[in-house]
């Protein structure tokens, strides 16, 4: 469990290693004695250039055990940020970044693409290559890229450091060594 100071704003945030698509963020809630911890806080996603691109708000976290959102296609980000709205401790046990694992931002290269060559012989009709063939497949395997990322917050307490929170452990229970306070 992650656990701040008592400050305005307080803020929690993971740094993945290079920009890729995220399709959810699941954020685990502290169930011991705080679970209000995440209430009236924004989950955000960040580019490379520090830019917002997305956002999703939690109300009232009370005995709310996670909070699960989903992002559209080609939502890609560099950086995920919880952070209160208010005055008051922000607490939470896990964040997972879910992403597909051929989903990183492609680069900017200067070497031409290969175009599939198309047979003209009268009984073979044209057949897309297999690479340019977008993949449909709803179970296509989701990896938490969070816990390969650096965490941070705004300040922390009570031995609450912020790598609690990536450290693929939901325990809610401060106690049990997995929760982060600022």
């Known amino acids: ?4 100071c008592n400050m305005f704003q307080p803020w929690w945030k993971v740094e993945l290693s290079f920009e890729i698509e995220i399709s959810q963020i699941i954020i685990w809630n502290r169930m011991d004695c705080c679970s209000f911890g995440l209430s009236n806080s924004d989950v955000i996603i960040f580019d490379n ?64 693409t290969i175009q599939p060559s198309i047979s003209h012989h009268p009984s073979i009709s044209p057949q897309p290559s297999i690479s340019s063939i977008p993949s449909m497949n709803p179970t296509r395997p989701v990896f938490n890229v ?23 452990n939901r325990d809610g229970n401060f106690d049990n060594g997995s929760v982060t306070a600022t």
Request: aromatic share 8%; hydrophobic share 35%.
């Open 1 to 4: 469990v992650s656990y701040t």
């Open 49 to 112: 250039g520090n830019n917002e691109v997305a956002s999703r708000y939690i109300d009232d976290s009370n005995h709310v055990e996670k909070f699960k959102f989903e992002f559209a296609d080609g939502t890609f980000g560099s950086t995920v940020m919880v952070k209160l709205r208010g005055t008051e401790v922000l607490s939470l046990a896990e964040v997972e970044v879910l992403s597909y694992s051929d989903s990183a931002r492609p680069s900017i290269s200067s070497i031409p």
């Open 146 to 168: 969070a816990t390969s990322g650096t965490a941070t917050q705004s300040c922390s307490q009570r031995m609450g450091t912020a790598s609690r929170a990536i450290d693929d």
